[in-house]
Structure formats: structure tokens, C-alpha cells
């Protein structure tokens, strides 16, 4: 069972930036899509983004243009790069991976954005 790991939450002030990592413990050529999801304080889960195998990506409204994600295959690792922080922002963040009849979930990494 691949198992994935995310890293990068941080305390940030608004404006900047942030990039998490999630990383897979083995190979991710089975997986068909990729997501990082968040869950703000009092929230419901938020899907954020969404890459797929072949790579088009999907971005929730509130952070398209500020918000990216990608994929390396060789190093078996999703990324989310987030510019123009907003206290908005603030959320514990995971990543998801799914293939047919199977999805993974991280443990979630904490991004604080605040002054």
C-alpha cells in the first residue's frame, strides 16, 4: 500500500508564499488523479486542486491564479505552490491520490497565514 506524506505547512504572513510537497512512498504510475484538499477552522473539506495522469489540472475559485500544483514522476511527488497568501488560507492541507477502486490519503500539513 502506497502510503504519502505531506510537508511544507508553515506559518506564512499574507502576501507570501508557500509550497507544499506530498510524497509518495512508491510508485504513483497507478494513480489517475491527483488532489490537495483543505480544511479550514469551522470548515467543511475544500478540494483545492486537481491533477490528472496525463496532466490537465483543475483549480477550485478561490485560489485559481495564486495557486498551482504538479507532479514529478520520478520523484513520485505532487507539489502545491501557493502565492499571495490570504488569512483565508488557513486551513490543515492534504493531499489525495486515486486510482480505480482505490484513493490515498496524507496525514495533512498545517499552513497558518497570518500577520
Known amino acids: 500500500q502506497v502510503q504519502l506524506v505531506e510537508s511544507g505547512g508553515d506559518l506564512v504572513q499574507p502576501g507570501g508564499s508557500l509550497r507544499l510537497s506530498c510524497a509518495a512512498s512508491?510508485?504513483?504510475?497507478?494513480?489517475?488523479?491527483w488532489s490537495w484538499y483543505r480544511q479550514g477552522p469551522g470548515k467543511q473539506r475544500e478540494l483545492v486542486a486537481t491533477?490528472?495522469?496525463?496532466?490537465?489540472?483543475s483549480y477550485a475559485d478561490s485560489v485559481k491564479g495564486r495557486f498551482t500544483i504538479s507532479r514529478d514522476n520520478a520523484k513520485n511527488t505532487m507539489y502545491l505552490q501557493m502565492n499571495s497568501l490570504k488569512p483565508d488560507d488557513t486551513a490543515v492541507y492534504s493531499c489525495?491520490?486515486?486510482?480505480?477502486?482505490?484513493?490515498?490519503w496524507g496525514q495533512g500539513t498545517q499552513v497558518t497565514v497570518s500577520s
Open positions: 489525495k491520490a486515486v486510482s480505480l477502486g482505490n484513493a490515498v
Open positions: 491533477i490528472l495522469k496525463g496532466g490537465s489540472t
Open positions: 512508491g510508485s504513483i504510475s497507478r494513480f489517475i488523479a
